[in-house]
């Protein structure tokens, strides 16, 4: 995808959330070309607890967690120190409020490893890395749309997830994104955008700079 031409803050941290497969990765790509920023993503390929984790949840939901909070750790302290202008590929909040809850809820972490989680992901956030998002880019769908993406996309781990787990983090994420109030949020739903299409990106390039010109706007729904 091409530069296009913004006057967006060259120090941005725009940070992209929500559920699995919904399209992410593929928005912080062509996000980060097109505003010559830089892209930090979320690694798949290398977690050494994602198989297991899919297997057996209750064995392996604090191992997970706790990797998952220690990438994250360095993926902030790296961008920290390279001054920001990056688009991020899911959000700590994210791992918190969504994940950890869900296997806490389900019985899946005890009450003293999620305790432990917890305070380690207070002292993280307190942390001079941690910076709030200047923006949110919420990915939002059908659960239809996002179930064959997920499908396409073919990891095996998740095909092989029974749906029930899928429809239960849909739900979660509706929920969190309506009571989220962290940084201003810019909503997004892909059966009415297409990342791979330039006036597309052009409108959500046009929406970010108009959150930023006007600083009192904290939600804007692209449709
Ligand atoms: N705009 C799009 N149109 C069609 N397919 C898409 C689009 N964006 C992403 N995909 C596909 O959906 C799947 C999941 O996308 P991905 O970016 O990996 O999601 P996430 O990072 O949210 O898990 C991938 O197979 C990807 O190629
Ligand atoms: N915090 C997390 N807990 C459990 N699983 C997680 C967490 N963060 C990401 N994941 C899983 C979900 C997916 O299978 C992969 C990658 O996520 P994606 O939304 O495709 O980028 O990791």
């Known amino acids: 995808m091409e530069r296009i031409n913004h ?13 699995v497969g919904v399209g ?4 912080t790509n062509v996000l980060a070309d097109s ?8 690694k798949v390929d290398g977690n050494p607890y994602l198989e297991d984790y899919y297997r057996d ?35 700590i909040y994210e791992d918190v409020g969504i994940f950890a809850k869900l296997q806490y809820d389900q019985g ?3 009450n003293r490893d999620y305790e432990t989680y917890h305070s380690l992901f207070e002292a993280m956030v307190m942390s001079p890395y941690f910076p709030k998002p200047d923006v949110l880019i919420y990915i939002d769908g059908s659960f239809e749309s996002i179930m064959q993406r997920i499908e396409n996309r073919g990891r095996e781990m998740e095909t092989n ?12 994420y509706k929920l969190w994104i309506s009571e ?19 006036d597309s990106v052009k409108e959500i390039i046009q929406a970010l700079e108009k959150m930023q010109r006007n600083n009192d706007i904290s939600y804007l729904k692209l449709a």
């Not at 191992?63 to 390279?82: I, N, S, V």
């Not at 997830?161 to 979660?172: A, C, H, M, N």
């Not at 201003?184 to 009415?192: A, C, F, G, R, Y």
């Open 7 to 19: 006057n967006l803050n060259p120090q941005s941290l725009i940070t992209l959330a929500g559920t």
């Open 24 to 27: 992410k990765s593929t928005l």
């Open 108 to 110: 899946n972490m005890t």
């Open 57 to 91: 949840f209750k064995t392996w939901s604090f191992h997970l967690q706790m990797y998952f909070l220690a990438e994250r750790f360095k993926q902030q302290k790296r961008m920290h120190e390279d001054g920001l202008g990056y688009v991020q590929d899911r959000s």
């Open 35 to 42: 505003l010559g920023f830089k892209s930090a993503f979320e």
């Open 161 to 172: 997830t029974p749906v029930s787990f899928w429809e239960d983090l849909y739900k979660r």
């Open 180 to 198: 989220f109030t962290e940084c201003p949020l810019l909503h997004l739903d892909i059966d009415h955008y297409d990342c791979h299409d330039q």
